[in-house]
């Protein structure tokens, strides 16, 4: 894949590079891809946890549903162990 940039942005690429310790620009530019893939990710999973939050009837959380609920997984991690 070849990309045409204007002087301006590869110029600023350069600086980076140099600035932040990339050893070429391709590494640059993975990083910069790597950081959006998190970054859509994130706001997926943001989403779906929301999505979550939103549905089904709504319970009042306390110490004791987590105690319940660490206990609930802790018997399926047990039960799912050869």
Do not use: C
């Amino acid at each position: 894949m070849n990309i045409s940039l204007p002087e301006q942005m590869r110029a600023f690429i350069e600086e980076q590079v140099k600035q932040k310790g990339y050893s070429t620009a391709s590494e640059y530019i993975h990083h910069l891809i790597r950081q959006e893939q998190e970054n859509v990710e994130s706001k997926r999973l943001e989403t779906l946890l929301l999505e979550g939050l939103d549905s089904g009837d709504q319970i009042e959380i306390s110490e004791e549903w987590w105690e319940n609920k660490r206990e609930d997984l802790m018997q399926r991690l047990r039960q799912e162990r050869p």
